[in-house]
């Protein structure tokens, strides 16, 4: 810490204390200085700018994990040869919507079946069961970070309702942002604790207030370090994250935040309402960069009488992409449009079929809207040059 930022009364509370401290400690040590040194150093920034001070236990576990990131950084080359490198080929913990050793996230909006979609991979992980019925899994261990799920009355019941095997699970108990603290924490867990899969759920809550997350470079910032350490240590890491609320023209552009959220990962999944059946879910796979995109499939929840959680029911594969079907969602609301406007000009009664198509047009609705819409609102449409339009009323009303 220079003198002018302690001028200005720079000080770290909170979390901030430990990641800022391990952020300085690794600059330290990139610049040349001893184990002496650096903590010499660390024990100033203590001192002087934390409030309060980290605890003597505290501090020196922060300094030894510091210490031996900085040991590891001193072993990496940071130019090598290509023609060091084997070749190998990518590997999936659920082919092809999964792949190891690298990063997938899963969008959607609230109460669309995300966390249940987790609980239900981890079951088939922990089981060596199938994911949606087809894919077929290795047994194995799964960490889940859920810090909105109460690990007593959500986490477990659900797992527990899709059949896993919770000796196989672990959870986050004190949620950590996922900064250089943080992802030494989350390191040292998945080394004493190996695991298959690592679910954080949702993203914003382990990410620092002070990263804005529409801001490119920052968001680069923060995801690639998780890249490393999925890569590392050879394992899925599946980051959960919610929609905009305004939409989005394509499915890769439909999660919040920066899009270098989508880019930084290797996989994007997506879950929605199917645009015709509002019980149904959809599955989608709209980025792959390590293979082709999988198939979109359906599912239901399905809340059976007397079970105090929903399970979840898969339903048929559909050939229809993410895109394809978030279009057909945007015209099913167009049509409903459609619909509503004949019915209000014809209120007062009968009109010619070419004048009320005449205005519907007027209002930017196509052709094939209105022939859609027309069915949709019981218009009762004669024939024939005069022909006229009227609302079928039924015999209830009659």
Same mark, same amino acid.
Request: aromatic share 6%.
């Given at each position: 810490?220079?003198?002018?930022?302690?001028?200005?009364?720079?000080?770290?509370?909170?979390?901030?204390?430990?990641?800022?401290?391990?952020?300085?400690?690794?600059?330290?040590?990139?610049?040349?200085?001893?184990?002496?040194?650096?903590?010499?150093?660390?024990?100033?920034?203590?001192?002087?700018?934390?409030?309060?001070?980290?605890?003597?236990?505290?501090?020196?576990?922060? #300094?030894?994990?510091?210490?031996? *990131?900085? +040991?590891?950084?001193?072993?990496?080359?940071? #130019?090598?040869?290509?023609?060091? @490198? %084997? /070749?190998?080929?990518?590997?999936?913990?659920?082919?092809?919507?999964?792949?190891?050793?690298?990063?997938?996230?899963?969008?959607?909006?609230?109460?669309?079946?995300?966390? &249940? *979609?987790?609980?239900?991979?981890?079951?088939?992980?922990?089981?060596?069961?199938?994911?949606?019925?087809?894919?077929?899994?290795?047994?194995?261990?799964?960490?889940?970070?859920?810090?909105?799920?109460?690990?007593?009355? @959500?986490?477990?019941?659900?797992?527990?309702?899709?059949? =896993?095997?919770?000796?196989?699970?672990?959870?986050?108990?004190?949620?950590?942002? &996922?900064?250089?603290?943080?992802? /030494?924490? &989350?390191?040292?867990?998945?080394?004493?604790?190996? =695991? +298959?899969?690592? @679910?954080?759920?949702?993203?914003?809550?382990?990410?620092?207030? %002070?990263?804005?997350?529409?801001?490119?470079?920052?968001?680069?910032?923060?995801?690639?370090?998780?890249?490393?350490?999925?890569?590392?240590?050879?394992?899925?890491?599946? *980051?959960?994250?919610? &929609?905009? +609320?305004?939409?989005?023209?394509?499915?890769?552009?439909?999660?919040?935040?920066?899009?270098?959220? *989508?880019?930084?990962?290797?996989?994007?999944?997506?879950?929605?309402?199917?645009?015709?059946?509002?019980?149904?879910?959809? #599955?989608?796979?709209?980025?792959?960069?390590?293979?082709?995109?999988?198939?979109?499939?359906?599912?239901?929840?399905?809340?059976? /009488?007397?079970?105090?959680?929903?399970?979840?029911?898969?339903?048929?594969?559909?050939?229809?992409? =993410?895109?394809?079907?978030?279009?057909?969602?945007?015209?099913?609301?167009? @049509?409903? =449009?459609?619909?509503?406007?004949?019915?209000?000009?014809?209120? !007062?009664?009968?009109?010619?079929?070419?004048?009320?198509?005449?205005? !519907?047009?007027?209002?930017? #609705?196509?052709?094939?809207?209105?022939?859609?819409?027309?069915?949709?609102?019981?218009?009762?449409?004669?024939?024939?040059?005069?022909?006229?339009?009227?609302?079928?009323? /039924?015999?209830?009303?009659?």
């Amino acid at each position: 810490m220079s003198r002018s930022e302690k001028k200005r009364g720079l000080v770290f509370k909170g979390s901030a204390r430990g990641s800022e401290l391990t952020a300085a400690i690794r600059n330290w040590g990139a610049r040349g200085a001893t184990r002496v040194q650096a903590r010499e150093l660390a024990e100033t920034q203590n001192a002087e700018f934390n409030v309060p001070q980290l605890g003597e236990d505290e501090f020196d576990q922060v #300094f030894k994990e510091a210490w031996a *990131i900085v +040991k590891a950084d001193r072993k990496v080359e940071v #130019f090598c040869e290509l023609s060091d @490198v %084997e /070749s190998r080929k990518a590997e999936f913990l659920v082919d092809p919507y999964i792949p190891r050793g690298a990063l997938t996230i899963l969008d959607g909006h609230p109460g669309q079946g995300k966390s &249940l *979609i987790t609980n239900h991979l981890a079951a088939a992980i922990t089981t060596g069961g199938r994911f949606a019925d087809k894919y077929k899994m290795s047994k194995g261990n799964v960490l889940f970070m859920s810090p909105e799920d109460d690990p007593d009355r @959500v986490l477990r019941p659900r797992l527990e309702a899709q059949g =896993a095997d919770i000796r196989r699970i672990r959870f986050m108990a004190r949620p950590e942002y &996922l900064d250089e603290y943080g992802r /030494s924490l &989350l390191r040292n867990e998945l080394i004493e604790h190996p =695991a +298959k899969l690592v @679910v954080i759920d949702p993203i914003p809550s382990f990410v620092s207030p %002070e990263t804005n997350t529409y801001r490119a470079t920052e968001v680069r910032g923060f995801m690639q370090p998780l890249a490393l350490l999925a890569r590392e240590l050879d394992i899925a890491i599946l *980051i959960v994250r919610h &929609l905009r +609320k305004g939409g989005s023209d394509t499915a890769i552009e439909a999660g919040q935040g920066s899009m270098d959220f *989508i880019a930084a990962v290797r996989s994007g999944l997506m879950i929605f309402r199917h645009p015709v059946d509002d019980q149904t879910r959809v #599955f989608s796979h709209p980025k792959s960069n390590w293979t082709k995109n999988g198939p979109s499939l359906t599912f239901e929840l399905d809340s059976k /009488s007397g079970a105090s959680v929903p399970t979840i029911t898969w339903l048929a594969e559909l050939e229809e992409s =993410a895109d394809q079907l978030l279009k057909g969602a945007s015209q099913e609301k167009v @049509v409903d =449009a459609c619909a509503e406007k004949i019915r209000e000009i014809l209120v !007062l009664g009968p009109m010619k079929a070419r004048d009320a198509i005449d205005q !519907l047009i007027k209002l930017g #609705f196509s052709k094939r809207t209105i022939d859609r819409a027309k069915d949709l609102a019981d218009v009762k449409a004669g024939r024939g040059p005069g022909a006229t339009w009227t609302i079928q009323r /039924s015999k209830d009303c009659q």
